[in-house]
């Protein structure tokens, strides 16, 4: 596809990279949030952004450092919510709302629990809402839009670290521009408990 080239490259990279991480990089041995979901006071996801830009035939990308914090909770006798600040998950939002019956996805698409059963359906009745399982990686996503203008967003999560990698993307050909971050370090209570490594 024209004007793709360069997006397409740093997706590769990025997967790479992932895989590479999930291969060599293990939680701490007295941290004990083994949900998909895992968040609390005191929890921090430094993220390696990729920014890019894509308008025809002309690329730009750029990067950033980006830590998304957990800075309040109130509970209530249905939800509990958890404010974030720095940035947001593309799945749950910056305000991310848990009940007893799980976790709310996409500002109310879906309740999903927090370690979903491989066999789980997602609601079929929301078009372009899609979850399921790549080896232990669990993936969410959502496509929204019309015409020629479609919003993409992606997560794949893995259990006790939550958000590995996600992605928003605007598709309107040739246009296309969004973010794709890489979980460099999961921090909770200023002790860090996952770190990528690269292989040798």
């Not at 990089?25 to 949900?35: P, W």
């Not at 730009?60 to 939800?79: L, P, Y």
């Amino acid at each position: 596809m024209p004007g793709m080239s360069m997006r397409n490259h740093w997706l590769l990279t990025i997967t790479f990279a992932l895989t590479t991480a999930l291969g060599c990089s293990k939680l701490s041995g007295n941290y004990t949030d083994k949900t998909y979901f895992p968040i609390g006071e005191g929890y921090e996801w430094v993220n390696l952004r990729q920014n890019y830009r894509t308008v025809e035939d002309k690329d730009s990308v750029s990067f950033d450092t980006v830590s998304i914090r957990v800075t309040s909770k109130t509970t209530t006798n249905e939800w509990t919510t958890y404010k974030l600040e720095g940035g947001a998950f593309e799945d749950v939002g910056e305000e991310v709302l848990v009940s007893k019956d799980g976790i709310l996805v996409f500002g109310g698409v879906d309740t999903i629990p927090l370690i979903p059963p491989e066999d789980f359906k997602p609601k079929e009745s929301v078009i372009g809402y899609g979850l399921g399982y790549r080896d232990s990686v669990l993936t969410i996503s959502l496509y929204s839009g019309g015409g020629y203008v479609l919003m993409v967003y992606s997560t794949e999560r893995v259990k006790g670290v939550g958000v590995i990698s996600q992605e928003a993307e605007l598709r309107s050909p040739p246009h296309y521009e969004g973010h794709i971050d890489r979980l460099m370090y999961f921090i909770k209570d200023g002790d860090t408990v996952w770190r990528y490594e690269e292989t040798p």
